[in-house]
């Protein structure tokens, strides 16, 4: 499995931007980025994927670079109700394979 | 409603003692999963399993076992064997697909296990 690198934690002030990185510099032409979020003590939540073109949907943008090696995501107003702990995870796309989550990014929005 | 449920939500053991937490799913996915959680921490991967009948270790499966006897069912038996048990426990299912396309894992709400 491909690995992922992201920051511990960050803060981002309601109503702005949060921008979370992740790296995966050894993602392979197969395998999709995948980001999920996790609100204590629930189960993690799928927010968007993508293998190398820009998405966006109603939770979220990604952003991934041309090289594949880095995305981004981000969340275009921030609210409380973000705080959560983000993951990016690589999967190639077609399920058969162990699904692996990092440590992810603790992220406090902050009022 | 179609979902993945993990019960009980709460469940207490004493020291020695086996226990088996339940996760099902009518999603009709192929692929389930089990993960570990501990404070602070992210998620561990103990057992998967992508059809009836097979499964397949985790990065943390010692202290553990599983069966999936039916496509709906993946249940987690916590053994003795486990040292450290108490944690929050994580069950998930996701397609499989030969052709590819949004494999997204939906997850239950997990179990929190103490042993005393």
């Known amino acids: 499995d491909a690995k992922t690198t992201q920051p511990p934690s960050m803060d981002c002030a309601e109503g702005r931007a949060a921008n979370l990185p992740c790296n995966h510099s050894?993602?392979?032409?197969?395998?999709?980025v995948y980001w999920y979020r996790q609100i204590h003590s629930q189960g993690p939540q799928y927010i968007i994927h993508?293998?190398?073109n820009n998405e966006t949907n109603e939770m979220a943008s990604l952003i991934i670079t041309e090289d594949r090696k880095s995305s981004t995501l981000i969340l275009p107003h921030a609210t409380l109700r973000d705080t959560a702990v983000y993951y990016c995870?690589?999967?190639?796309?077609?399920?058969?394979?162990?699904?692996?989550f990092g440590t992810g990014t603790r992220l406090t929005i902050i009022p | 409603d179609g979902g993945i449920t993990q019960s009980p939500k709460y469940l207490f053991r004493k020291e020695g003692q086996n226990v088996t937490l339940s996760c099902e799913q009518n999603?009709?996915?192929?692929?389930m999963y089990w993960y570990r959680q501990d404070p602070g921490q992210g998620l561990r991967l103990i057992y998967y399993?992508?059809?009836?009948?097979?499964?397949q270790k985790g990065d943390i499966a010692e202290g553990y076992s599983v069966s999936r006897e039916k496509k709906e069912s993946f249940p987690l038996t916590v053994t003795s064997a486990q040292k450290n048990p108490t944690a929050f426990y994580l069950c998930?299912?996701?397609?499989?697909?030969?052709?590819?396309?949004?494999?997204?894992?939906?997850f239950g709400q997990g179990t929190r296990l103490t042993v005393v």
């Open positions: 998930a299912s996701s397609i499989l697909t030969r052709t590819g396309g949004n494999t997204e894992a939906f």
């Open positions: 050894t993602i392979s032409g197969n395998e999709y």
């Open positions: 993508g293998l190398k």
């Open positions: 995870i690589v999967r190639a796309n077609f399920g058969n394979e162990k699904l692996t």
């Open positions: 999603l009709n996915h192929d692929a």
């Open positions: 399993s992508q059809i009836v009948n097979d499964f």
